[in-house]
């Protein structure tokens, strides 16, 4: 039996080695209830020690060769290499100038849309938290399209926080350590983005394939989809915001298993092969610089003084219209010919009231039950010396409007400006049309 | 005292190494394969821990410190990348327990024997890579055969020169 051991013993521990780590890859699978077999996407506590200690043996020798580089490369440029270097600053001076202008009248449109932006209530989120950091490593691998970067949980980096450039997305954060992080990049066959297409508002997920490309996988086939369409993230995905670049289509491609689909090969807008510096989104709400602030809070100021003039201008017509309840009748048609009425509305005293669109129809006057002296109509056939006697109270001597005089948003403007001698402030004056004298000979609703 | 021995050539040609060699230069190469890829960008065909694995287990002879070298660097290439831990761990631990078999049988200063193995066994690893992933996993990998061939070459190149540059740092009697 020793003999067995010690003849087979390379063979014996090369089965034992395969047998554990094939037991270990049985560990991470999972089947899915749609039968299919996948990775788990959150690593076990085991799996996830093992990459920590991986992570924390290669990342400091890394760390160190990445920071030696930027020192060489930092000494390179900056005291070696400094031919050319007085005709550059010249060029660069009159780029500089000439940016100044066009910063200026782009800080003007940028304010002008960000008012439009309020007004319109888009609350999209344009302007993040971010966190600066650098890519030290790789997993090394074609198959794997993972960097690490120099901040981790340590520094506020979470899972599934987006990674972008200022060129467009990057990837997601996929694991946290203390000081580093690992991020999935958009071209691994792995990863997952929802994306639009620009013009065709198409929507997909972007994935990566072999190649190292990024591309939307499971479209129907579509003329409209072209080379050179741009690509944006759709916002769905819970990681990446709205709107971001993603770059632009490269070519449309067969899907190799389904006949009427079609795989559109995107070309990244950031350069997801030679990183150096990313931005990785710690928060996603926005947080404006003071100056964007109070633009935003001077657009929203405006627009709450415009509602709040209309509202103004609505509660007065409505308390007008309150005080005159039995002048409407409320089956009557909306409009009135202007005709019918005898006067042109708006022409009398030249004055066309800006509010008199909001002004209702044009009411009739209804039938009084029990007529009087006072009852509408009734004016002509009052006795002379009643005519003449003053009022006995303020809302006797109350000249009725005629029927175009219901009161417009602007009735007490108007009020002022036509309110005929002997009547007395807050109660319903003459309007337009229809001054003190022609008061007298209201028409009745036939 | 060749004569008498059970397998004097054998014992004649086992190679020795400094400790830190053993510990420095598989990190080294460990380092390298997770920082270059960022500077060469997808031209970076080489796979150094394979190359280092190879290396070892010939100039060793022994099968299971070949296979234990194969499945370290295996597990750390994996605990790197975003797949399952062991995938390349089971193809570089064939690859070590191989290499070291044929190393007791043949002449490994000869370069062109060190070129077509680098080339035969990197061919091999990647193989047993797809093998594991897609037949014996059942997940999704998209694979290309000319990447897998391009990096065969690119580390039988290495090899060509590593090698040699390594053998200065055994223990010579």
Same mark, same amino acid.
């Given at each position: 039996m020793d003999s067995f051991f010690i003849r087979y013993r390379n063979l014996l521990v090369l089965l034992v080695i395969l047998v554990a780590q094939i037991i270990g890859l049985a560990v991470q699978v999972r089947r899915t209830d749609a039968g299919h077999v996948s990775l788990d996407p959150q690593d076990g506590p085991g799996v996830r020690l093992i990459r920590l200690w991986a992570n924390a043996v290669v990342t400091p020798p890394e760390r160190m060769m990445h920071s030696s580089k930027l020192g060489l490369g930092n000494l390179w440029q900056n005291y070696?290499?400094?031919?050319h270097v007085s005709e550059q600053n010249q060029d660069l001076q009159k780029t500089v100038d000439r940016l100044r202008l066009e910063q200026a009248e782009m800080l003007e449109d940028a304010r002008q849309g960000q008012r439009l932006q309020a007004l319109l209530d888009f609350?999209?989120?344009?302007?993040y938290k971010t966190l600066a950091a650098q890519?030290?490593?790789?997993?090394?691998?074609?198959q794997s399209r993972v960097f690490y970067l120099d901040k981790g949980s340590a520094e506020g980096l979470q899972r599934d926080m987006a990674v972008i450039t200022p060129d467009g997305i990057v990837g997601k954060v996929r694991e946290v350590f203390p000081h580093t992080a690992q991020v999935l990049v958009?071209?691994?066959?792995?990863s997952g983005a929802g994306v639009i297409l620009e013009t065709t508002r198409i929507r997909g997920i972007l994935r990566g394939n072999a190649a190292g490309q990024p591309q939307i996988v499971?479209?129907?086939?579509?003329?409209?989809?072209?080379?050179g369409e741009k690509v944006f993230t759709a916002?769905?995905?819970?990681?990446f915001p709205r709107g971001l670049p993603v770059g632009v289509v490269e070519k449309v491609v067969r899907d190799p298993e389904r006949d009427s689909f079609v795989d559109v090969i995107i070309k990244p807008a950031a350069h997801i092969d030679r990183l150096d510096e990313v931005l990785v989104i710690?928060?996603?709400?926005p947080t404006m610089p003071p100056q964007q602030q109070q633009d935003l809070a001077t657009s929203e100021a405006l627009k709450g003084g415009e509602a709040a003039t209309i509202k103004d201008q609505k509660k007065a017509s409505e308390i007008m219209a309150e005080r005159l309840?039995?002048?409407?009748?409320?089956?009557?048609?909306?409009?009135?010919?202007?005709?019918a009425a005898g006067t042109q509305p708006g022409q009398a005293q030249g004055q066309a009231a800006p509010?008199?669109?909001?002004?209702?129809?044009t009411p009739k006057l209804l039938h009084a039950?029990?007529?009087?002296?006072?009852?509408?109509?009734s004016a002509q056939e009052a006795p002379p010396e009643t005519r003449t006697t003053e009022p006995k109270s303020r809302f006797d001597a109350k000249p009725l409007p005629g029927?175009?005089?219901?009161?417009?948003?602007r009735m007490p403007q108007k009020r002022e400006q036509?309110?005929?001698?002997?009547?007395?402030?807050?109660q319903p004056a003459p309007k337009a049309g229809h001054p003190a004298g022609q008061t007298a000979t209201p028409r009745r609703n036939p | 005292m060749e004569v008498f021995g059970p397998n004097p050539r054998r014992e004649l040609e086992i190679r020795r190494y400094p400790f830190l060699v053993y510990a420095l230069v598989p990190l080294v190469a460990l380092v390298l394969q997770a920082w270059l890829p960022r500077v060469l960008g997808r031209y970076a065909w080489f796979d150094l821990p394979l190359v280092i694995t190879v290396y070892f287990a010939l100039g060793r002879r022994s099968p299971i410190q070949g296979t234990l070298m194969g499945s370290a660097m295996g597990l750390f290439e994996d605990a790197l990348s975003?797949?399952? +831990?062991?995938v390349n761990g089971i193809a570089k631990t064939i690859v070590g327990f191989l290499a070291a078999s044929v190393g007791v049988r043949?002449?490994?200063?000869n370069h062109t024997i060190r070129l077509i193995l680098n080339f035969l066994l990197s061919l091999l690893s990647g193989a047993i890579y797809v093998f594991i992933y897609r +037949?014996?996993?059942?997940l999704d990998l998209e694979w290309r055969w000319f990447t897998e061939l391009f990096k065969a070459v690119g580390n039988s190149i290495i090899a060509l020169v590593l090698f040699p540059l390594l053998d200065r740092l055994q223990i010579r009697d």
């Open positions: 070696l290499d400094l031919r609350q999209q989120k344009y302007v890519a030290i490593g790789s997993s090394g691998s074609d958009i071209n691994d066959q792995t499971g479209l129907m086939a579509d003329q409209r989809i072209q080379p916002g769905g995905d819970q990681i710690t928060q996603a709400l309840p039995g002048l409407t009748e409320p089956n009557a048609p909306a409009a009135q010919p202007a005709a509010a008199a669109p909001a002004t209702p129809a039950q029990h007529a009087d002296r006072f009852s509408p109509g029927p175009r005089e219901l009161p417009g948003p036509t309110a005929p001698a002997g009547t007395t402030k807050g | 975003n797949h399952a +831990i062991g043949i002449d490994v200063e +037949i014996l996993l059942g």
